[in-house]
């Protein structure tokens, strides 16, 4: 059993992290301001895991911006063996307007916490990191031999903070890292439980689909009916959130034991799937018609992303093994469940 940090613990995927890790035996440190993400879904996260009221997960609010805020966190427990890092920005459209927020949050934020590591001699992190950091690519899958490309400030400070790193390994022996890039996580915990709930109107695919099926909007917006692929709409690899949690706790298992670093390492299914092609599945999974309207291409988006996980299989043993039909049903039990999300 480890004593871990997740920062950014109460956000979607780092919510469903938590799960799997306390499921494992490990003890939890939680720190997260509750930006986009809500206290209760680590209450329910407990619940999930039949915890008790004192239970193996501690929450503290607060910044990874502030260095009084991470102190108290990795002196919480006495020691933390390891660092889950999810906080941080992760708009696509939000970071082309909002670019000098991105670089403060995503890599101020995470040089600090490395700071934070270092004065805890805590040196094993994993970090959550993104495909898009290949940018435009003119062949499929991606692998992780591809040249970075970042076209917006979501993708270069992601970048950014996995150079910091790169360096960090270079100057100082002892860090045990892990750099997951990942691409489209969807769909939730089969319990309905826990879920994506984000603030304002949802940046991504699924939640917009979601929210148009439980009417708390009219329709779903598409952008662009002419990009170069089958059907003129944008094609991702969308993966299930719980895959994705379980391939954290590997890496870190792996960090863990092994006490080196790891290669980067992409996190996806190896199948790209269209707009269409995911709203098709979910209402042949639900029975419910979308509504929808095509708009506008958005700022920093691309045709296609689909990634090769092979390095991952043969590394840690993982694949993403639930069906796009898992995805819908896992995502609209949570949605239909919380239409106002974990304002229930």
């Not at 929210?211 to 059907?231: K, N």
Request: aromatic share 8%.
């Amino acid at each position: 059993m480890a004593h871990l940090l997740i920062t950014g613990g109460a956000g979607f995927i780092g919510s469903h992290t938590c799960l799997v890790l306390l499921q494992g035996g490990h003890s939890l440190v939680v720190l997260d301001n509750f930006a986009n993400s809500s206290p209760e879904s680590l209450r329910r996260v407990g619940e999930l895991a039949n915890l008790p009221t004192a239970g193996r997960i501690g929450v503290i609010e607060g910044d990874i911006r502030n260095p009084a805020d991470l102190d108290r966190a990795f002196t919480a427990t006495g020691h933390v063996d390891g660092v889950i890092h999810f906080a941080g920005l992760k708009a696509v459209g939000e970071s082309v307007q909002q670019p000098l927020r991105y670089w403060d949050v995503n890599v101020n934020g995470s040089r600090l916490l490395i700071e934070a590591m270092q004065r805890h001699d805590c040196r094993t992190l994993v970090f959550s990191s993104t495909s898009t950091v290949y940018g435009e690519p003119q062949t499929f899958p991606i692998s992780e031999a591809f040249t970075t490309n970042p076209l917006h400030p979501y993708a270069q400070t992601k970048l950014a903070v996995e150079w910091m790193l790169q360096a960090l390994e270079a100057s100082e022996p002892g860090w045990c890292i892990s750099r997951l890039r990942y691409f489209n996580p969807v769909g939730a915990h089969p319990s309905g439980r826990i879920g994506e709930d984000p603030l304002g109107i949802p940046n991504n695919l699924f939640p917009f689909i979601t929210q148009v099926a439980s009417r708390q909007r009219p329709l779903l917006r598409i952008f662009g009916a002419d990009w170069p692929t089958p059907d003129g709409t944008g094609v991702r690899d969308y993966l299930h959130v719980m895959d994705l949690a379980e391939a954290h706790a590997l890496a870190i298992a792996w960090l863990l034991q092994h006490q080196r670093s790891l290669p980067v390492l992409n996190l996806g299914t190896g199948r790209g799937l269209s707009v269409l092609e995911v709203l098709q599945a979910f209402e042949a999974c639900t029975g419910l018609a979308i509504p929808r309207e095509f708009v506008a291409r958005r700022d920093g988006d691309v045709a296609k992303l689909e990634g090769c996980a092979e390095r991952a299989a043969e590394i840690l043993g993982w694949r993403a093994n639930r069906s796009l039909e898992q995805m819908c049903s896992d995502g609209w039990a949570w949605q239909s469940a919380n239409p106002r999300g974990y304002g229930c």
